[in-house]
Each structure stands twice: as structure tokens, then as C-alpha cells.
Nanobody, 114 residues
Framework: QVQLVESGGGSVQAGGSLRLSCVAS????????MGWYRQAPGKTRERIAF???????SYIDAVKGRFTISRNNAKKLVYLQMNSLKPQDTAVYYC????????WGQGNQVTVSS
């Protein structure tokens, strides 16, 4: 069935960079809008970026200019390049389609230290 697996998280100092990857199963990946979400300690899970099947992107203000979402439909991959990381970015990061065809994956911890 449809599945998502995230990877690429870890610990980094403020100002550093990380790239998250998400591999999806199923042919529906090519037609769905994919988003990256995060849940910080003590907060609810929120969408921070999305990319349509055609490549249109959108970001919340907190990450705009620092994060870049991209996708490779042939490989069924979605990426999140994170630059100039801040301690406030510390969270568990998830990828998921906006239209809820996929189930939530396990997420990937990103920890940014001062």
C-alpha cells in the first residue's frame, strides 16, 4: 500500500544545514501535493511547506528563505533542504501528502543546538 519513510535527520549546531529525504510508495505520488510537517516539543504538528505535483512551492514565514522543498517524481522522493538552522527548528519532521492518501510515517528528529 501507500507508505512514506523519512530519513536524514540528526543533530546540528545553529547555523548549520541538514537535508531530509522522504521516499514514497505507489503511483499516486506523481499526482499529489506533498508537504513537510513538524512537531516541536509541547506544540501541535504543523505544516511548514508543500510542493504540488507540478513543482509549485509554498512556505510558512518561519522557514521562508531558509528551507527548500523539492521533489523527484521519477524516484518518488521529496526533499527538504534546511539551511541556517535555528534552535527553534528543533522538532520531529514528517512528510505527507496534503490530501491524506498516505498514512503518517514515523518522522525524523531534528535537533538544533545553540
Amino acid at each position: 500500500q501507500v507508505q512514506l519513510v523519512e530519513s536524514g535527520g540528526g543533530s546540528v549546531q545553529a547555523g548549520g544545514s541538514l537535508r531530509l529525504s522522504c521516499v514514497a510508495s505507489g503511483s499516486i505520488f506523481n499526482i499529489v501535493t506533498m508537504g513537510w510537517y513538524r512537531q516541536a516539543p509541547g506544540k501541535t504538528r504543523e505544516r511548514i511547506a508543500f510542493i504540488t505535483s507540478g513543482g509549485y512551492t509554498s512556505y510558512i514565514d518561519a522557514v521562508k528563505g531558509r528551507f527548500t522543498i523539492s521533489r523527484n517524481n521519477a524516484k518518488k522522493l521529496v526533499y527538504l533542504q534546511m539551511n541556517s538552522l535555528k534552535p527553534q527548528d528543533t522538532a520531529v519532521y514528517y512528510c505527507k501528502d496534503v490530501t491524506n492518501r498516505y498514512d503518517w510515517g514515523q518522522g525524523n528528529q531534528v535537533t538544533v543546538s545553540s
